[in-house]
């Protein structure tokens, strides 16, 4: 068997294949021809003797040595793209494309403060944004769709690291005429027997809130399943009761006229924010300065992280860190 004759082509077609699972599609994502993708596929299984793929009239499927086979293409893919990066990181930390993921009650209440100064301060950079919920984001960091991803740590995922970058407490949104309204600060004990509205099961917020305030929960409350952070502020308004919201999503959602926003007495509850990459991801440099840039960008609202207090490792589950002064 002579593998010498493998291309990289060859390797990006089938990753493609692997990752839309369909020929057609996966064509269109290479920018080339059907019956160019499917010959060069095919030529390859001739070269390597076994059939990566199941094809079937409406879905494509890996073989089990196909599947064995794309987790290696990606290693390669992805070393080749490091070469670039290796010489492209000695002129400039950040240039070219970077997948960034962010989760859902996150990207936009934070982006809008980073990406302008980002995109002064390195301008060739060209950033690929993905909001999705944490468990498609440590999937898409697996399968080297992202390089890294904010979201709220701890989380849980082997082979991937973490840099914690800031902490954001939680304020309680309840209706204007609310009696929590009329007062400055509020305390966890204050939310028994309240009514408390929480995002839908995969929002990694949804179990943060339940940490604080699960005692206050009632049988009728999961007759409201909200999908964003918006919706939630509108059911408050409404007056079918109260909810949670990080720091920086409450000038955005608080209205004053319908609804108030109260923080926590202090020590307050707060989720902490970080980057997640792979382990094994070649740029290192680029995601060290992206984190040290974004500490220096913070919005008001947020609590710092220095650098030295770095999470090496992911892998294994601990208890979020809820408190910090405020």
């Known amino acids: 068997m002579d593998l010498t004759a493998i291309t990289l082509t060859e390797l990006r077609y089938v990753v493609a294949v692997a990752d839309t699972g369909h020929f057609g599609r996966a064509a269109a994502e290479c920018h080339v021809s059907q019956p160019t993708l ?54 400039e930390p950040l240039a070219g494309p970077f997948g960034l993921g962010v989760i859902p ?27 999705s919920m944490t468990a498609m984001l440590i999937d898409d960091l697996a399968l080297h769709h992202l390089d890294a991803a904010l979201m709220a740590l701890p989380m849980t995922a082997p082979g991937l690291t973490a840099e914690p970058l800031f902490d954001e407490p939680f304020f309680v949104l309840v209706p204007a005429a609310h009696p929590l309204a009329a007062r400055k600060r509020v305390r966890e004990s204050d939310l028994a027997g309240q009514r ?67 923080a926590f007495h202090a020590p307050a509850p707060h989720r902490r924010i970080g980057l997640v990459w792979r382990q094994t991801f070649p740029n290192t440099r680029a995601v060290q300065v992206l984190a040290t840039f974004i500490r220096a960008h913070l919005p008001a609202g947020v609590i710092a992280i220095a650098a030295s207090r770095r999470l090496a490792n992911y892998g294994t589950r601990s208890r979020p860190v809820r408190r910090a002064d405020t």
């Open 196 to 262: 408390v509205l929480l995002l839908t099961e995969g929002h990694c917020l949804r179990d943060q809130a339940l940490e604080i305030c699960g005692s206050g929960r009632t049988p009728r409350d999961d007759d409201f399943r909200a999908t964003s952070l918006e919706t939630l502020s509108h059911m408050v308004a409404a007056g079918l009761g109260c909810t949670l919201l990080p720091a920086l999503a409450v000038p955005n959602l608080s209205q004053t006229k319908t609804t108030a926003a109260r």
């Open 38 to 91: 499917s010959t060069q596929i095919k030529k390859l299984e001739d070269q390597l003797g076994v059939p990566l793929f199941e094809r079937a009239a409406k879905r494509v499927r890996l073989t089990v040595t196909g599947e064995r086979i794309v987790e290696r293409a990606r290693v390669i893919l992805e070393e080749i793209r490091a070469i670039g990066d290796v010489a492209r990181g000695q002129r």
């Open 105 to 131: 009650t996150l990207g936009p209440y934070f982006l809008p403060w980073l990406l302008q100064p980002l995109q002064a301060a390195f301008p060739r950079l060209r950033l690929v944004l993905q909001e």
